[in-house]
């Protein structure tokens, strides 16, 4: 029986020390070694998306709207020609919308997003980082998470296979990975569970809310493999997860965290894809309809039902690395509310 | 003309309408950005009275059982300085049952008396809420400027001001500004964390407010501004060509319960160190709409009654659309979360019989506006010390001496108006 306690699960990694200049940073064995094993990660995610059909499309870094913000994450605008425009939060839309060009996408997409200052202390936030994000028309969740559960069980078993060296230098034990490459499938467990479990561990979990960054933790140290959670409630996520019809109030998504703390590795959903209930759906997430013009558009004519997610690359990186913190999984880190070039 | 004549009829209205057309159905527009507006307070100028709160009165007992509590605590006969003001609002400490209301988007709030009204707000310690007007009319206040005007001149004059333990900053933003991400921007920003850490900050959710209910906000501008804003705004040319400026309209944004339900959720998942405030406008639902926000866990309920609001209106509105904030007060008996209520308050007796007829504490908005306008520097503490001094008074008298102890029992009405009995703000239940 597992007796670790939800205060002993929370207690914060030791604080790691914030990125030094971008030359020591650099120069660093360690990062050198983070830096190779992450080549080896996206080298291994495009093969097997590649293998499975995928198109692998380059997203746009700027446009008129962006995915929402979320858990106070902050977009950031930009002066296009005289129009307020944003650099990219998620690709979310546009996947939806490149469904109309090709039925299997990924992009390696790179994301900012401006978090709140409480992140900077959470060993797992980054303004600036990627995705490695799928989209499949026609799919449900279990097919996307099907699809997340191969991406992550082929890197990581790569990495194992090509990358030893490097995990040498980080003093990462490949047995680590035995239970995740035993082929097992991975556990699910819904949002009610999980608040339940946290609940019965003394945590204070909204059962409204995505779990808390304390309550991830909490989870992930209690398991040797990862797992997904699933059926969020409406209320803690963006308008484009599709809510159960069968179950309302519950969406049709899932997060996929990672084992021995390291947390949420990927968030994913089946798709909303009608026009009147995206409509709906963007009145309750507080959003202005007339800002979505020409994704609106695009749905009104008909876009494919789809289900996807996105891998944060930074954070599968550290899990996979062993690394305390998730800036050592960047090149130029950016911390939230850390001055960096 | 031919010197016609009808006496029994509104003749001057309508010859105003013939001569000046759509313009017509708002205040002169001279006032506009210089004059307050809100339901007229026919009460004190001699008419009869404005609403059922002002008909009201408190009536004070013969026996006081909570007056001997009193008496036993001290070991003397309590005075009106005994009461004790302080409330719970919306989720912070208060040393008085009041907060600064959000004012209207009429120039004269968003100018320098508002970070004036901040500034006497934050050493009082009382709660302020700063309206979703702010960021679009004087900017945010760091890389593009605005200084003292903006929203962190705003919060910064407030936040130097309040004492410890007390007091708290609630941020506006309605769903169309949406855009603008106030709420992200301030959550995100170094400069509020003090206030965020202290458990001091929240989010206000506008839905609507009193003087136009129904309608979203409206503003007059000039035609070239009309023109740069008309890709985000409905802009009409109701004041005729020559005049140079425009009517510049929003939308209210559409409601329904589950998105109200939804965006609270949203909100507390977003942005669970902030607490949640929801100002609804004195809509005919007015308590459905409200126990739906306090189930999906809003701190704080703000009703704006129809004599609410400090900015600009259709007369239609400001004479007959909206009820009474002593009819929302009425309809929303029984609160199950923290109401606020807000309209036309500006002294201790009103506030009184609010507190009465269920709110926990009241709004000043254009009372706080005058105040700072009389003396930018201690206008509006003068004007608090005054309303503190009447509820204390009045408190005492009904034989009580806490200012959630009021109940709809102190309240008597000559027109038969009545709030059910609820359980007092405070009251525990066993």
């Known amino acids: ?341 | 003309m031919s010197g016609l004549r009808a006496g029994t009829f509104p003749e001057a209205a309508v010859r105003e309408r013939a001569r000046v057309g759509a313009g017509a159905a708002f205040p002169a527009l001279e006032d506009y950005g210089r004059a307050l507006f809100g339901a007229p307070d026919a009460g004190s100028s001699g008419g009869p009275p404005g609403d059922e709160l002002d008909a009201a009165r408190l009536v004070p007992p013969v026996f006081v059982p909570e007056r001997l509590e009193k008496l036993i605590d001290l070991a003397r006969e309590p005075l009106h300085g005994d009461v004790d003001l302080g409330a719970e609002v919306g989720g912070f400490t208060s040393p008085l049952p009041v907060y600064l209301s959000a004012f209207g988007s009429t120039q004269v709030a968003s100018a320098d008396l508002g970070r004036a009204a901040g500034a006497q707000a934050g050493a009082l310690g009382v709660p302020m809420v700063i309206g979703e007007n702010v960021v679009p009319v004087n900017g945010y206040g760091r890389l593009a400027g605005g200084g003292g005007r903006s929203l962190l001149g705003r919060i910064s004059a407030y936040a130097e001001a309040v004492p410890d333990g007390v007091g708290g900053v609630v941020v506006q933003q309605s769903t169309e500004d949406a855009d603008a991400e106030v709420w992200n921007l301030v959550y995100s920003d170094p400069s509020a964390r003090p206030l965020l850490d202290s458990g001091r900050l929240g989010f206000e959710l506008k839905v609507g407010q009193g003087a136009k209910p129904g309608l979203g906000g409206l503003t007059v501008v000039s035609s070239a501004d009309g023109d740069r804003l008309s890709e985000q705004f409905a802009v009409e040319p109701v004041f005729g060509a020559e005049s140079g400026r425009v009517l510049r309209c929003a939308s209210p944004g559409t409601f329904t319960e589950e998105i109200l339900r939804q965006q609270i959720r949203l909100m507390r998942n977003n942005f669970p160190r902030a607490r949640v405030w929801v100002k609804l406008p004195p809509g005919r639902d007015v308590a459905v709409a409200a126990a739906v926000a306090w189930e999906a866990g809003a701190d704080a309920v703000t009703v704006d009654g129809a004599e609410g609001g400090s900015g600009w209106a259709p007369t239609s509105f400001l004479a007959g659309v909206g009820l009474p904030l002593a009819e929302c007060l009425r309809r929303i008996a029984g609160p199950t979360g923290c109401l606020l209520a807000s309209g036309r308050v500006w002294e201790g007796l009103r506030a009184a019989k609010c507190l009465a007829a269920g709110a926990r504490a009241v709004g000043l908005g254009r009372a706080a506006l005058i105040a700072v306008d009389e003396d930018p520097e201690a206008g509006l503490t003068r004007l608090v010390e005054c309303l503190a001094l009447e509820l204390r008074l009045l408190i005492s008298a009904l034989g009580k001496y806490r200012a959630g102890a009021l109940t709809p029992d102190d309240l008597w009405s000559p027109t038969g108006w009545t709030v059910p009995a609820r359980t007092p703000a405070g009251t525990v239940t066993r």
Not at chain 1, 146 to 171: I, P, T, Y
């Open chain 1, 1 to 341: 029986m597992d007796t670790t306690s939800a205060a002993d699960a929370a207690t914060p990694r030791p604080a790691t020390p914030l990125p030094g200049s971008p030359r020591e940073h650099l120069s660093s064995p360690v990062t050198r070694a983070v830096l190779r094993l992450q080549h080896t990660v996206l080298d291994a995610a495009r093969e097997h998306l590649g293998g499975a059909g995928f198109t692998e499309l380059l997203p746009p870094i700027i446009g008129p709207v962006t995915d929402p913000g979320a858990r106070g994450a902050k977009q950031v605008d930009v002066d296009y020609y005289g129009h307020r425009y944003k650099l990219m939060t998620s690709a979310i839309l546009y996947k939806q919308a490149s469904l109309t060009a090709f039925d299997r996408i990924f992009c390696i997409a790179p994301n900012v997003r401006l978090e709140p200052l409480e992140t900077s202390s959470t060993s797992r936030h980054l303004a600036e980082f990627h995705q490695i994000d799928v989209e499949i028309a026609g799919a449900s969740r279990d097919d996307a998470m099907a699809v997340a559960e191969g991406v992550v069980a082929h890197v990581v078993r790569r990495v194992v296979e090509r990358s030893a060296g490097e995990l040498e230098v980080l003093g990462r034990d490949p047995d680590a990975f035995a239970d995740l490459l035993s082929g097992t499938p991975f556990e699910r467990r819904t949002h009610t569970a999980a608040v339940a479990d946290l609940h019965g561990l003394g945590h204070d979990q909204n059962p409204d809310a995505e779990i808390d960054w304390v309550g991830e933790a909490v989870l992930s140290a209690k398991s040797s493999r990862p797992f997904f959670l699933t059926d969020y409630p409406k209320g803690s996520r963006g308008f484009y997860d599709k809510e159960n019809p069968a179950r309302a109030g519950r969406l049709l998504n899932f997060d996929l965290l990672a084992p021995e703390g390291y947390g949420e590795l990927c968030s994913g959903s089946e798709r909303e894809h009608e026009y009147g209930t995206i409509i709906a759906r963007m009145r309750e997430t507080g959003e202005n309809p007339a800002k979505y013009g020409w994704y609106l558009k695009m749905v009104r004519e008909g876009i494919p039902g789809s289900a996807g997610f996105g891998i944060g690359l930074e954070r599968l990186t550290r899990y996979i690395a062993g690394l305390e913190s998730v800036w050592q999984a960047s090149a130029y880190p950016k911390v939230p509310g850390v001055v960096s070039p």
